[in-house]
């Protein structure tokens, strides 16, 4: 099975601009979790869409939205960029449903610069 | 809101040693998940050992396993016969019960190198 794709790997913007990051979860996986990760914050939780709906959320401002697709593909939008956005973006891919089938397999992440 | 702490940032161990890295938590759940992840430098996130809260058994993977300590909130991991490949970020992380199991909370992370 092929395991969980993120497009672009690498991107970069000026700050007042919007971006958008897709995920393709392993196939079968209905759950999608996106995480921010920055040197000085760690891994922090954005959300997680489970058959094209939100289940979970963090906290995070507005600024930051996702949606998933009927086929479980994911992207996260983020309007607005400011300098903090810097970060590697991460995605998970789950079966979702019970607990038992939590593990979450993540992908190789998007490194976005904003300048 | 949950809590979890790696109090060690840097470590390192000789090949073939064995090294515990910590990890403590905070939760007023009683049914929860804790994952240990490995981050290899430039390289994606892959789960090494998972433990259930409501198991009193220690999980075990091949070289690695855990010491739960539910009563302090503790999660150590032990990796036996270290690997030049185990050079590492290792992060703990908190899965809550239900749907919230996929809201995950990690600790800051331990850098593991492990020197030949």
């Known amino acids: 099975k092929a395991g969980v794709t993120q497009t672009p790997r690498y991107l970069i913007k000026t700050r007042g601009q919007q971006v958008t990051l897709s995920c393709s979860p392993i196939?079968?996986?209905?759950?999608v979790s996106w995480y921010q990760q920055t040197p000085g914050q760690g891994l922090q939780f954005l959300f997680e869409?489970?058959?094209?709906?939100?289940?979970n959320k963090g906290n995070f401002p507005g600024r930051f939205s996702g949606r998933q697709f009927s086929n479980s593909r994911s992207e996260m939008n983020v309007s607005t960029l400011e300098l903090g956005d810097s970060a590697l973006y991460l995605c998970a891919s789950s079966q979702g449903g019970g607990t038992r089938r939590s593990e979450q397999f993540f992908g190789p992440g998007t490194r976005l610069t904003v300048l | 809101a949950q809590t979890v702490t790696q109090s060690q940032p840097e470590m390192s161990v000789q090949e073939a040693e064995t090294v515990t890295l910590s990890c403590t938590y905070d939760t007023s759940e009683n049914n929860y998940y804790l994952f240990w992840y490995k981050q290899p430098p430039s390289r994606q996130m892959i789960l090494v050992i998972r433990q259930e809260a409501y198991k009193q058994q220690n999980a075990t993977e091949n070289r690695f396993s855990v010491n739960f300590q539910k009563a302090a909130k503790s999660f150590s991991l032990k990796i036996s016969d270290s690997q030049l490949g185990d050079t590492a970020m290792y992060f703990c992380?908190?899965?809550?019960?239900?749907?919230?199991?996929?809201?995950?909370?990690f600790g800051k992370g331990t850098l593991l190198t492990v020197n030949p």
């Open positions: 992380a908190f899965g809550g019960s239900g749907g919230s199991n996929y809201k995950l909370t």
């Open positions: 869409y489970f058959s094209e709906t939100q289940r």
């Open positions: 196939s079968g996986h209905r759950s």
